[in-house]
């Protein structure tokens, strides 16, 4: 048996708990986990909408680009960019790290646009593809002195809807206005 301790004594401390090493690891791997994580998810979490501010592609949101001081969203297909919105050719300068003084090129990046700022372009395009779809058409009419009239190309272009004349194959588009224009379709 053990003697009572004697009034005021104190009892000797308790041996310090050995801290697992497992604890330590853990903690580490969280850490660093976490470390990964935000530095991975940085710009979904902290990155411009489109629209935006910005100063380099990093400032913007992960799929999108800094162009003069603007975030916008990479496409490579307007059903990328959201309903009312284009998927549309750009062509900006690149310079190597954000310095100009060391030279810089120019490279092409496909980027969603509203179909306003889409409209001029695309209108251009259709003129360009309408007047190759006329020049298919009157090559096909030879010399023959019942060549498609203007007015009658015109109507037959118009009875194909916008989407197929845009990305429509021009020999297919130049059968169809014929087609259409001679009342087969």
């Known amino acids: 048996m053990t003697a009572p301790a004697p009034v005021g004594a104190q ?11 497992v604890a330590g690891i853990l903690f580490l791997v969280a850490f660093v986990g976490g470390l990964i994580a935000l530095a991975f998810f940085y710009r979904d979490l902290f990155g411009s909408e489109v629209g935006g501010a910005c100063t ?22 307007d059903a990328d960019c959201g309903e009312g919105n284009a998927c549309g050719s750009t062509e900006v300068s690149v310079t190597p790290g954000g310095n100009a003084a060391k030279g810089f090129s120019f490279e092409h990046v496909n980027v969603c646009f509203t179909e306003e700022q889409m409209a001029p372009a695309r209108a251009k ?25 203007a007015a009658t190309f015109d109507a037959a272009w118009q009875k194909i809807p916008e989407e197929e004349r845009r990305k429509g194959d021009d020999t297919e588009l130049a059968n169809r206005v014929m087609r259409i224009a001679a009342g087969k379709e």
């Open 11 to 21: 009892a000797a401390p308790a041996p310090p708990k050995k801290k697992s090493p």
């Open 56 to 77: 380099a592609e990093s400032d913007c949101k992960r799929d999108g680009i800094c162009i003069s001081k603007k975030c916008y969203r990479k496409c490579k297909e």
């Open 125 to 149: 395009t259709e003129q360009k593809k309408k007047q190759t779809v006329r020049g298919l058409v009157d090559a096909a009419y030879g010399m023959r002195p019942d060549k498609m009239p």
